[in-house]
Nanobody
Framework: QVQLVESGGGLVRPGGSLRLSCAAS????????MGWYRQAPGKHRELVAK???????TYADSAKGRFTISRDNARKTVDLQMNSLKTEDTAVYYC????????????WGQGTKVNVSS
């Protein structure tokens, strides 16, 4: 059974930082491009950042310069370090796994809520 379990969300003030973590199980982690998406109330889910195994990360324009995505293939984790948070970063953040070296299914975590508010 595939599981993507996010952690690290919470309430933070504007300008603060949070680190989200996603732990994967049930997949050959190194075969997947891992990503973080977010969905704010009333909006569509959007890409925040993604990182292929051994490749270069991709960031949404809103995340460039503030967020850093990293992965540890040995621990099967993908993290999102978020700095200089803004109120508009408030959303539910989802971990995503897309197969890049095999044919297979895409997977999503259950989401972790980030609330940036003063």
């Amino acid at each position: 059974q595939v599981q993507l379990v996010e952690s690290g969300g919470g309430l933070v003030r504007p300008g603060g930082s949070l680190r989200l973590s996603c732990a994967a199980s049930g997949i050959i982690f190194s075969f997947y491009t891992m990503g973080w998406y977010r969905q704010a109330p009333g909006k569509h889910r959007e890409l925040v950042a993604k990182i292929p195994s051994g490749g270069t990360p991709t960031y949404a324009d809103s995340a460039k310069g503030r967020f850093t995505i990293s992965r540890d293939n040995a621990r099967k984790t993908v993290d999102l370090q978020m700095n200089s948070l803004k109120t508009e970063d408030t959303a539910v953040y989802y971990c995503n796994a897309v197969p890049s070296l095999i044919v297979g299914s895409e997977y999503w975590g259950q989401g972790t809520k980030v609330n940036v508010s003063s």
